[in-house]
């Protein structure tokens, strides 16, 4: 039985932060997030669209904000 932290993320959960850019589909920002708690890279990318278009944008700035603060 495939666990979903094991199918799309390569693994347990990591310690520390950092930009996934090998499962990237822009900057890493979401599949990092993904990584460091373990869940499914499509939940976090789902969440940020839906948080994007439910608050006029606002996540949008959040995603680049992380994406050029964090690594």
């Known amino acids: 039985m495939n666990d979903l932290r094991n199918s799309s993320t390569g693994g347990a959960p990591s310690k520390s932060f950092a930009l996934d850019r090998r499962n990237a589909k822009l900057m890493g920002v979401c599949s990092g997030i993904a ?35 964090a690594d």
């Open 35 to 69: 990584r460091h708690f373990g869940i499914d890279v499509t939940l976090v990318r789902v969440g940020f669209v839906l948080g994007t278009l439910l608050s006029f944008g606002s996540f949008l700035l959040i995603y680049l904000a992380i994406g050029l603060i």
